[in-house]
């Protein structure tokens, strides 16, 4: 039977504590599937879109079990790996643990790119219950013997058709062949294309299905258009749609898409000196640039933030009224 509310789910007390601090009380449907199997030891197959709560649904099962079972943890070793596949997916997803880990004691470290990796270095020295990293870097520090990937029992892989469709599958396949055969195995992905099968297949053992959402969905609440238009006048179209925005009494906030890091800046800039506050935000910029342009964008200081589809996925910004596919998208999905 699913659970109906988080106090009917068997949780240790200090989580049952920090929900109600946080005013959690009926789980989303991929949380009340996936919590109960998860806390029985089931690897788990898990496809929902994103924003359904799929983080707490690893993490609280994970905290439960460092909670119950607190262990001594070896130099440069981890109990739990998270990969996430961008450095703001593994910073939410860290930031999350963080959260829900409130009242229980356990060490956490995040591991990407775009930062130094000395502070990285150090904080993996005395081992930690939880890492959350991005595959690249990840696999850098192992080259470099300051990750011991040996002791991991349990194993997360977040978004994993973004992290594919980001080239990431031989190192994905890399660090699973770096972890012991006896843990516990999370696959968690939006949809459930036959090659994402075929990867589950490979690194999950008898694993139980939660699939709450068709493979392709559109929120209700979300109106689309397409405007087709010859490639000089995308660009006053869209400043046509912006000094709309800027007169919005609620969701002011814009994101504007683009195919190429290249283009993301020059159509920032662009937008700036037609008088549109924008930033950009790709990959080529710096872990540091990256998270101040968010957090700008988020106090609504600068109202349009232009991205390549890094930040596509994942990425939590209330008030964004509009969405805009300044290019045609690669991955449709």
């Not at 020295?125 to 349990?154: C, H, K, M, Y």
């Not at 589950?200 to 258009?225: H, K, M, W, Y």
């Amino acid at each position: 039977m699913t659970p109906t509310s988080f106090e009917a789910l068997p949780l240790a007390a200090p989580l049952h504590l920090v929900l109600r601090e946080l005013n959690y009380n009926i789980p989303s449907p991929i949380q009340a599937q996936a919590i109960p199997l998860l806390l029985e030891g089931r690897d788990l197959l898990g496809c929902a879109q994103t924003g359904t709560g799929k983080t707490a649904s690893f993490a609280l099962p994970i905290l439960q079990a460092i909670h119950e079972r607190p262990k001594q943890i070896r130099p440069k070793c981890c109990r739990t790996l998270v990969l996430a596949p961008t450095r703001e997916l593994a910073g939410q997803v860290g930031k999350s643990f963080t959260t829900y880990g409130k009242h229980i004691r356990f060490k956490q470290s995040l591991i990407y790119g775009g930062v130094g990796q000395n502070p990285q270095i150090s904080a993996m020295r005395g081992g930690v219950d939880v890492l959350v990293a991005t595959p690249g870097r990840l696999l850098d520090l192992i080259e470099q013997r300051a990750v011991d990937l040996s002791a991991v029992e349990f194993f997360v892989l977040d978004e994993v058709d973004r992290m594919l469709d980001m080239g990431f599958l031989r190192d994905v396949k890399r660090i699973v062949s770096l972890i012991p055969a006896s843990r516990q195995s999370l696959f968690f992905s939006a949809t459930l294309a036959p090659n994402i099968v075929e990867l589950a297949q490979t690194i999950l053992r008898n694993p139980a299905l939660v699939s709450i959402a068709p493979e392709t969905t559109t929120g209700e609440r979300i109106d689309q258009q397409v405007c087709f238009l010859d490639r000089e006048n995308k660009r006053p179209l869209l400043e046509q749609l912006l000094r709309g925005q800027a007169e919005a009494t609620s969701g002011k906030l814009t994101i504007v898409f683009s195919r190429t890091k290249h283009g993301a800046n020059k159509l920032a800039k662009s937008l700036c000196e037609a008088g549109f506050p924008a930033d950009a935000i790709h990959g080529n910029k710096s872990q540091a640039q990256r998270e101040k342009a968010l957090e700008r964008f988020k106090k609504g200081l600068t109202p349009v933030l232009v991205a390549t589809d890094v930040a596509a996925r994942g990425v939590d910004v209330k008030d964004v009224g509009l969405v805009v596919n300044f290019d045609l998208p690669n991955e449709p999905e």
